[in-house]
Structure formats: C-alpha cells, structure tokens
C-alpha cells in the first residue's frame, strides 16, 4: 500500500552535496486504521494495526554514500507491543531493533545510524514482535556528515496513509439501485437536487461558528457553496472562529422525519484529515432519549464508518473499507431506520445491521465536515478540498389499508 510523502527539510549545511531523495514511498500489509492519538506534530496523524502479522515498510531511495540517523516517533499506549520490531536494511545489512511502544511518554526514539550505500534500495520496516498494537506516526532520517557527524539534511517522512491508491477502483460501479429495497413499498418525503445557483435557506440553516472539542475547525455559512448541481462543503485554512480550519455543516429547517430511508449521493474530498458526515440527530431536550444515526462519517480515501449511538448505551459502530477511491468518483450511502433496526448500505449493499433501541424521535437531514487529527494526517491537500453532495432524499414506508 502507497501513500503520498511530505518531506521536512530541515537545516542544509553543505548544499553542493546533492543529498537528494525520488519518490518516498509508504506500504502497509494486513489491516491498519487511523488512531485517535495525536502524532508527532500538532495536525499530524497516527495509524495503529492489531495484527500480528501486519506490517508497514519505508523505502526513503536516499541516493547518497552518508551515514544516516534514523528516529520513529512512538505514540505510546497501554495496549501497544512491549517488543515491536523495527528492521533496517542499510549497505546490504538487515539490522533489528526492537522498540517498547507501550510505556513513558511520546517521544521520538532514536533507533541509531546506519550507512546508507546510495543504491536507493535501503527500507526500514516495523511489526509487531508479539501481543499489542503497533503505532507509527512518522520516522525521521538525519543525514549526516561521515567525519564530524554534523547534519546535512532532515527528512520527516509523516504522511502515514495505509493504502495503495493504485489498487483503488476509481470510477464507482454503474446502474447501482437509487432509493430503497422494494421501492413500491417506498413514497418520497424529502430531497434536494442542488440544481439552484446557491444554497437554498428556505430549506437549509448553516452552520455560524460552531465547533467542539478536538475539532481543528470552525464552521460557516460561506464554506457551504452551490454550484454546477453540486453541494459542495469546501475546507479552508484560516484563523476563524478559534480554529486554523473552517469547514461547513447544514441542517433541514423544516424538514424531519421519525423512521425512513435515508440517503445521499455524494464524492469525498480528495484529502485526508477530513471527517465527512451524513447524519441524523433530534437534538433531544432530554438526553434520555437522546441518539445520533451517522449514516456517513467518512475519512478520504476508503473508509465508510456507519454508526448508531444511543443515549445510556455503548455505540454501534462498523468500520467499511470499500475498493474504491471515494474522492474520484460519486458513490451511494444510506441507512433504513425503523423501530427494530438501523441498517446501512454503501452503493445499494448492506454493509451493517444494528438494533434500535432508543432511535424514535424526528430528525433533520445534517451534512458536514470537520478537520479531525484521527481522520488522516493534516496538510495542505485539505486547502480548497470539498466534499461534493450531488443529492439527498428522504423516503418514508407506504401506509397499507389492511381489513
């Protein structure tokens, strides 16, 4: 699995070197999500993999004859591997050191220096050495001067994204089934096309300000366009409202609905860091009966994470990784809530299926995004970034006339 690199530079002493480096890949094997734990850096993510025999591998192609420091950057947890193994191959020689990720706080951990012999083919690879999680945010290479030791050049290479975008499917599948199973069973409610040359706010209330919590961003009405028959939620980076991001979120005024089937068509934006949502909550005055339906609460460029909270009860969460590029092409999401069950679907397919409990209030239809440490590594990418709604529609079951 490939990602995308940025590089740091740090301090240059000897520019006429040439210390240079090609493409800097990332590849994972097993499965790997993004953590909730903060990275190295304000802004940057962290990945973390449960399985034993999950790996990522760094491949730097330095073309030059340096020694070279090498120092990963451990985000601690009590449930990481006590013995992860760290493997770096330099000048023809695999060496193994093994790492404690569990304990003290997080740190970047220098590994030692190893001769780099320019060939382009060194690479260093972390597992797990036993039980626990691994954890890896960025790994740090210092190049550094043979005789005195003094650093030519620092390369942090941080963009931790696990997955292979040449794998990914790009164009989404064609005559998927718009609307619900069985739609003769089915009447049309509510839906907005986005045909008009802004945002309706007949329909529509944004977003003024709003923000919480771990959220990098601010909300507002502006960062809500229309456009071309396109919703678009537009990321920008700027100081507002608190935050270095803003983003957008609109709710129906009028509109809401107990029960139904939901769903929108829409294109994530091609950037990581981005939580981007379609979602139902009643906002209940008494949190008793409070509950939350996240149709949609997607992280660029595969995730699809379909949840249903419940007031005084754990959350239903189910975590989809779909085959496809979810930020090159449009794809379905929907969820049919009734007073047993919520079920979810991705592009016409039941991906989750939970018990309702509490879920039995009218709700709004809400979109919005959200600059999110756990939902990928931050950079400029999100700048101008937007998550795309082509349309949103509201179904409600047919009554029957039984004798």
Same mark, same amino acid.
Request: proline share 5%; hydrophobic share 40%; charged share 20%.
């Given at each position: 699995?490939?990602?995308?690199?940025?590089?740091?530079?740090?301090?240059?002493?000897?520019?006429?070197?040439?210390?240079?480096?090609?493409?800097?890949?990332?590849?994972?094997?097993?499965?790997?999500?993004?953590?909730?734990?903060?990275?190295?850096?304000?802004?940057?993510?962290?990945?973390?993999?449960?399985?034993?025999?999950?790996?990522?591998?760094?491949?730097?192609?330095?073309?030059?004859?340096?020694?070279?420091?090498?120092?990963?950057?451990?985000?601690?947890? +009590?449930?990481?591997?006590? &013995?992860?193994?760290?493997?770096?191959?330099?000048?023809?020689?695999?060496?193994?050191?093994?790492? &404690?990720?569990?304990?003290?706080?997080? =740190?970047?951990?220098?590994?030692?220096?190893?001769?780099?012999?320019?060939?382009?083919?060194?690479?260093?690879?972390?597992?797990?050495?036993?039980?626990?999680?691994?954890?890896?945010?960025?790994?740090?290479?210092?190049?550094?001067?043979?005789?005195?030791?003094?650093?030519?050049?620092?390369?942090?290479?941080?963009?931790?994204?696990?997955?292979?975008?040449?794998?990914? +499917? +790009?164009?989404?599948?064609?005559?998927?089934? *718009?609307?619900?199973?069985?739609?003769?069973?089915?009447?049309?409610?509510?839906?907005?096309?986005?045909?008009?040359?802004?945002?309706?706010?007949?329909?529509?209330?944004?977003?003024?300000?709003?923000?919480?919590?771990?959220?990098?961003?601010?909300?507002?009405? *502006?960062?809500?366009?229309?456009?071309?028959?396109?919703? =678009?939620?537009?990321?920008?980076?700027?100081?507002?409202?608190?935050?270095?991001?803003?983003?957008?979120?609109?709710?129906?005024?009028?509109?809401? +609905? %107990?029960?139904?089937?939901?769903?929108?068509?829409?294109?994530?934006?091609?950037?990581?860091?981005?939580?981007?949502?379609?979602?139902?909550?009643?906002?209940?005055?008494?949190?008793?009966?409070?509950?939350?339906?996240?149709?949609?609460?997607?992280?660029?460029?595969?995730?699809?994470?379909?949840?249903?909270?419940?007031?005084?009860?754990?959350?239903?969460?189910?975590?989809?990784?779909?085959?496809?590029?979810?930020?090159?092409?449009?794809?379905?999401?929907?969820?049919?809530?009734?007073? %047993?069950?919520?079920?979810?679907?991705?592009?016409?397919?039941?991906?989750?299926?939970?018990?309702?409990?509490?879920?039995?209030?009218?709700?709004?239809?809400?979109?919005?995004?959200?600059?999110?440490?756990?939902?990928?590594?931050?950079?400029?990418?999100?700048?101008?970034?937007?998550?795309?709604?082509?349309?949103?529609?509201?179904?409600?079951? %047919?009554?029957?006339?039984?004798?």
């Amino acid at each position: 699995m490939k990602c995308f690199l940025r590089n740091s530079l740090a301090l240059v002493l000897f520019v006429s070197i040439g210390v240079r480096g090609s493409a800097r890949d990332f590849t994972t094997t097993g499965e790997w999500s993004f953590s909730s734990l903060p990275g190295y850096e304000k802004g940057a993510g962290s990945i973390y993999a449960k399985e034993q025999d999950a790996t990522a591998l760094w491949q730097p192609r330095l073309h030059s004859v340096n020694p070279v420091r090498l120092s990963l950057y451990l985000v601690t947890h +009590q449930g990481n591997a006590t &013995n992860a193994i760290v493997e770096i191959f330099a000048d023809g020689k695999t060496n193994l050191v093994t790492v &404690n990720m569990e304990s003290g706080a997080p =740190r970047w951990l220098t590994l030692g220096k190893f001769a780099f012999a320019g060939k382009g083919d060194e690479w260093i690879r972390v597992r797990s050495g036993g039980r626990g999680n691994v954890r890896l945010s960025a790994l740090k290479l210092e190049i550094l001067d043979a005789k005195d030791g003094s650093i030519w050049q620092t390369l942090v290479l941080d963009d931790v994204v696990p997955y292979n975008p040449s794998k990914l +499917q +790009q164009a989404a599948p064609k005559n998927l089934r *718009e609307g619900p199973p069985h739609p003769e069973q089915w009447e049309l409610t509510f839906s907005d096309e986005f045909n008009g040359v802004a945002l309706d706010t007949n329909i529509w209330k944004s977003a003024q300000g709003q923000s919480w919590g771990q959220l990098l961003s601010a909300r507002f009405p *502006e960062n809500a366009v229309v456009t071309n028959g396109l919703l =678009r939620l537009v990321t920008k980076r700027e100081n507002r409202g608190g935050k270095e991001w803003t983003s957008a979120m609109i709710t129906t005024k009028n509109f809401r +609905q %107990k029960y139904g089937y939901w769903e929108a068509r829409y294109r994530y934006a091609p950037a990581t860091g981005l939580n981007q949502a379609f979602w139902m909550n009643p906002f209940a005055q008494d949190k008793t009966k409070g509950f939350e339906i996240d149709v949609n609460e997607g992280h660029y460029p595969t995730d699809v994470n379909a949840t249903l909270h419940q007031s005084e009860l754990p959350s239903k969460s189910k975590r989809f990784v779909a085959d496809y590029d979810l930020g090159a092409d449009f794809h379905l999401y929907a969820a049919e809530w009734n007073e %047993k069950d919520v079920i979810f679907y991705f592009d016409g397919q039941e991906i989750h299926r939970v018990p309702n409990t509490k879920a039995n209030l009218d709700v709004p239809v809400i979109f919005a995004t959200a600059v999110l440490p756990w939902a990928g590594p931050i950079n400029e990418s999100l700048n101008g970034a937007s998550m795309d709604v082509d349309w949103v529609r509201v179904y409600q079951k %047919k009554t029957t006339n039984e004798k």
